[in-house]
């Protein structure tokens, strides 16, 4: 009989209702569009154009992101009353892969080329509709605009970069793998993983141009090797594949 040691290290995470699962969510998701939507375009001002409207809206979507990351600091430190590393490893499942004999790490980790691959496919398909002007970051960061907005701006990159980090790793993706799909099967048994990428998907409210394909991605490439693999690591590493890939494209364009 197999035996998960990892979640004695602290108290095992509880099991979420369903209404606690949706009331985490619009924790993360309601605050991420009011940034978006309320917020970014007041302290861009009416008019201002790129040079202020780029800097508005990464800062407030950081702002709404660094949140994520302190809910789920709050949220494990009231569960586990402790908030040791050897605590908050277990409780948030990040944890090398394992496998159902209870093997972890080795050969499991090739598994996250794989998806990466999987993740790279997904964007050159025609998913999602136009984003409206002046909303789509990357759009924006990426036009004529922002590339002079970004051009020796070391102080906006290094901004982007912390926004980056805590989408893959210590925010959006920590929340959403690491805190809730541990706690989500006694409330949607075996397909917990899939109700918790539509829920990733939909939380996208700040852009929701990219629900069809977040919704794609967030179910089958991120929260499903994260549930096979009992590991919010897989989620986490294929995510960051493409920060990776955004972070350099940016610097190339502040170098310029």
Known sequence: MSVDVPEQAGVAPRQYSRAA???????????????????????????SGDRHT?????AALTAGLVWQCVLVVVLVAVEQRSLRWRVVREALWLRAPTDTAGRRGGRMWWWVPVFVAGYAVLQLLPLGFP????????????????????????GLFALVVVMLLFTTVLGEELLFRG???????????????????????????????????????????????????????????VHSASSVVIAALFLTLVLR
Do not use: K
Request: no cysteine.
């Open 21 to 47: 699962v949706l009331a985490v969510w619009a924790a993360a998701a309601v605050p991420m569009g009011l940034l978006a939507w309320v917020v970014a375009p007041a302290l861009a001002g009416s008019g």
């Open 54 to 58: 780029i800097p508005a809206l990464v």
């Open 131 to 154: 984003a409206p002007a002046g909303h789509d970051l990357n759009a924006l960061l990426t036009s004529p605009g922002g590339r002079e907005v970004l051009s020796g701006n070391w």
């Open 179 to 237: 805190l809730l799909l541990p706690r989500m099967r006694g409330a949607f048994g075996r397909a917990d993983w899939i109700v918790n990428g539509i829920l990733t998907g939909l939380y996208h409210l700040h852009q929701p141009w990219s629900i069809p394909r977040s919704l794609l991605a967030h179910t089958l490439l991120f929260a499903y090797p994260t549930r096979r693999f009992r590991s919010a690591w897989l989620g986490i590493a």
